[in-house]
């Protein structure tokens, strides 16, 4: 993977004030059986971050994002759950660029998200079945024409491999990339704080496999998959 250079909106929920210490050695290399067990590890890495840190690395990751990102394009974001790292200053930097932004819904059945766009006057905020708010419009965007998603995370690789939270909304909604050779799309970028890095994620067949990942030290993006 390449490592390249690398408040708010009213209509978002205001619990977006969170920047970094040091940074810890990698974690080694783990069996598929080991993922429960790093998850653990990895959420208390990101759970001991303090506020001003916190704060510092999603602005930062946030200019980082925003070079991906161009006026027209359809791109899939996320309102951050518990320590996750907030996507608040890049949400707002791309509404002011007129950048069309889509959150996830989750469904009352299945594991595949909608994307609804945010902004929309038809939508209002309400919380889903796991206390988490949402976005919701009477229409919806298939995840397919989404141009870019960036999806939480709770640990990545330098090779694209992440770990998720164990649902599998994200795997289940993207699995078609799986089945295209040359063209995967939407491209996903996983936005995380550098702590959540190890040297290997165990990956099984099902598992979404990342276009790059935006810390706050670095844009990440794989050389082949």
């Not at 978002?12 to 050695?25: Q, R, S, T």
Request: aromatic share 8%.
């Amino acid at each position: 993977m390449n490592r390249d250079d690398a408040r708010g909106d009213p209509q978002l929920p205001a619990k977006y004030e969170k920047f970094l210490g040091p940074i810890p050695a990698l974690l080694p290399s783990i069996s598929p059986m080991d993922k429960a067990a790093l998850r653990r590890e990895l959420r208390k890495k990101r759970t001991a971050l303090s506020p001003a840190a916190r704060q510092s690395a999603e602005q930062q990751c946030a200019r980082r994002a925003m070079r991906l990102l161009r006026r027209g394009q359809r791109v899939g974001m996320y309102l951050a759950a518990g320590s996750e790292l907030s996507l608040q200053p890049l949400i707002a930097a791309a509404l002011r660029r007129r950048i069309a932004v889509y959150l996830p819904v989750v469904p009352a059945r299945g594991r595949k998200l909608l994307f609804c766009r945010l902004g929309d006057p038809r939508g209002a905020w309400q919380r889903n079945r796991f206390g988490i708010a949402e976005y919701r419009t009477p229409d919806s965007l298939p995840p397919r024409l989404l141009d870019l998603v960036f999806v939480p995370l709770v640990g990545f690789d330098a090779q694209g491999g992440r770990l998720g939270q164990g649902g599998g909304y994200y795997d289940t909604t993207f699995a078609a990339r799986r089945l295209r050779r040359h063209w995967r799309h939407p491209r996903l970028i996983g936005a995380a704080f550098e702590v959540q890095r190890v040297e290997r994620i165990p990956r099984e067949p099902h598992d979404a496999v990342l276009d790059g990942v935006v810390t706050e030290t670095a844009l990440y993006r794989p050389r082949t998959r």
